[in-house]
């Protein structure tokens, strides 16, 4: 069956997910009777600096919405054809399994005020529960040599050590979007609620020494790396994530809420010892994640949330 | 002149960015030799769980590219009207000035550790210099009605009192990126490091009307809002962004670095009263900014970031 055909075939039942940034949706829906997922994104100008983007050319239409001194703005029409100007590009999968549905599916995501009490007596055990099996791929980069053969970096004092290495989001090869990870040796700082004055000079050497082993090793300068941690991070042995500032797009994985700058943990902590540990936290948590599913946690959200 | 007009007058001259992620580009051209910018950036679909997204009405015409195994993909064009599906929206500054055409021309970013000497060397000087005519368009919308009839909330008080409108980034239609923006009445605070101890209640105040008037007005729960402001900001009257949750990144805009929850402002002025005057913060800065020109500030970032 052709491609125009099986689209003429799909039968729409849910919309899964969508993105108002990259502009694109994901359907699930059938064709004869087996799941199919249809994901379109909507297609970038055709960039080429010799073009004439004359709007004459690139408007059929236009409604204004506001305007307000200097500054207008309005809905257009673009002119488009499929050879040169397509509208989107689709992706279909047919037949598509659970685990795709699963995948491609989006979940509704919440911003958390996190306090101290909520860290104790929710986020504490969490942790716990997600230590040993699941984190055994980390120490085996650590201690057992595995991904050693991408390694920028290998320190193995067990204190103040750690392996900087790319992360699987990098390419390798393009020096816009380089992203670096650096895993820590010692295995005492699950996350940031860890962090306490104790640890100035741990944090202070190796953010001097990821930038000066990034900048020899890549074409990038000292202040173009962003150097930042997660909470909650997607694992609970304390890792640092090293972009590009010319990164073009990192969703949420950059975002406030999510990413904090080693450097405010730095000055946190010099300001205020215990910063992390009186702090109230506020962070997104996916409905799909472990502690929204904790027995209590969510009322513990609601009462914060509220106020 | 009417939008349409100056769109129909706009005479093309140069691409100054363009954006793969977001499908956006920024044009420079003149109307009747005055510089004028436009921006044009796609739009996302009409996301409503209640809508059938049948491929036969979404889908105008396809053309397959390839396929593998279950993996299809293909170009589209897709139906397109004014009224429910733009296929972009543009924004018009006309006439421009030369400060606008450095803002919107792609540049180079550096990761500034802005110290709270090099703040008030450089910083304080340049934000005397960035009021009066620059921000009239702010001054009209809070005192002179202007954009009134998109107001979501509006207190004059002078001191307490701020309005909340919808963003111009936002298209006013889809929920999943809801941008909303609150510019306060008070005219002594210009950025973060203005803020004290003395603005706890204030602030606290503001976070709860803007979280009550917009659950009210908007399909939108209190946990689905991520508040915050930026710095630096791009102009020196206090103001807050209030994001959807589920605007799954804004670029820069909501990133670490530039971007800071209005709950990590209030908790550090609770902890720390003169946090934001005494702390170095981290912030990207592009070349094409006003204060990467000022002689010395580049040389004190340079000492800055080596340390």
Redesign the interface.
Known sequence: M???E???K?H?SK?LN????????V?L?SIDDQNAI?T?E????L?D?E??????S??Q??????????????????A???NDS???????????TETHIRKYAGQ??????ETPEMYNKFVVPYIESQKGDRIKWVYNILFEGKESETFVYHDTDPVTGFVLLPDMKWDTINMESLYLCAIVNRMDISSVRDLNSSHIEYLVNIQKLIKKVATEKFAV??????I?IHYQPSYYHFHLHIVN??H?????G????K???L??VI?NIK??GD?YQ???I?Y?LGENHGLWNIDGYREA??DS??N
Chains 1, 2 share one sequence.
């Open positions: 052709s491609v125009n099986l689209i003429a799909f729409f919309l969508g993105n108002p940034q990259t502009k694109s949706i359907l829906g249809v379109i909507k297609s970038h100008f960039v600096h073009k004439d983007f004359s709007l004459a690139l408007v239409d236009s409604e204004i919405i506001n305007q307000n001194d200097i500054y207008y703005w309005s809905k257009v029409l673009l488009q054809n499929l397509p509208s989107a590009k689709l992706n279909l999968i047919f037949p598509a509704n995501h919440h911003y958390v005020r300068q000292k202040d173009e790396l962003r930042f500032v010319k073009p797009g990192l969703g949420d950059i975002a406030v809420g990413a904090i700058l450097d405010d000055e300001v205020t910063y009186k702090r109230t506020g997104l959200h609601q949330i509220d």
